[in-house]
């Protein structure tokens, strides 16, 4: 499975980005597909995320403001960023987990094992 981020760039707070990640290789066990991202000095967090059944979860300080999607004709994820802050700034990451009910979690912290990570795309507010 390989998987390559794009739509990152610069915006001016409030502004909207729309990041896309585009999957390749077979997905033969149920998955989640998520978005995690790292800012300069932070952990790595979870964002956003969509079961195989399109169920979807949320971090909470993006919760209205970001909407995971996702084309599986197109095997391609999205991310729609609207309203976004200067601390939504960081390295956003595309991620496959395997056997994960993503939207099942208590919380972001619980999306693990990740199986397969994007080379990542900046964003910048």
């Known amino acids: 499975v390989q998987l390559v981020e794009s739509g990152g760039g610069s915006v001016q707070a409030g502004g909207s980005l729309r990041l896309s990640c585009a999957a390749s290789?077979?997905?033969?066990?149920?998955?989640?597909m998520a978005w995690f991202r790292q800012a300069p000095g932070k952990r790595r967090e979870g964002v956003a995320a969509?079961?195989?059944?399109?169920?979807?979860m949320y971090g909470d300080s993006v919760k209205g403001r970001l909407t995971i999607s996702k084309d599986n004709t197109k095997n391609t994820l999205f991310l729609q960023m609207n309203s976004l802050k200067p601390e939504d700034t960081a390295m956003y990451y595309c991620?496959?987990?395997?056997?994960?009910?993503?939207?099942?979690?208590?919380?972001?912290?619980?999306?693990?094992?990740?199986?397969?990570w994007g080379q990542g795309t900046q964003v910048t507010v």
């Open positions: 991620a496959v987990l395997f056997d994960v009910f993503c939207s099942g979690a208590s919380t972001v912290d619980d999306w693990a094992p990740v199986d397969y």
């Open positions: 290789g077979y997905f033969h066990r149920s998955a989640c």
């Open positions: 969509v079961d195989d059944d399109d169920s979807t």
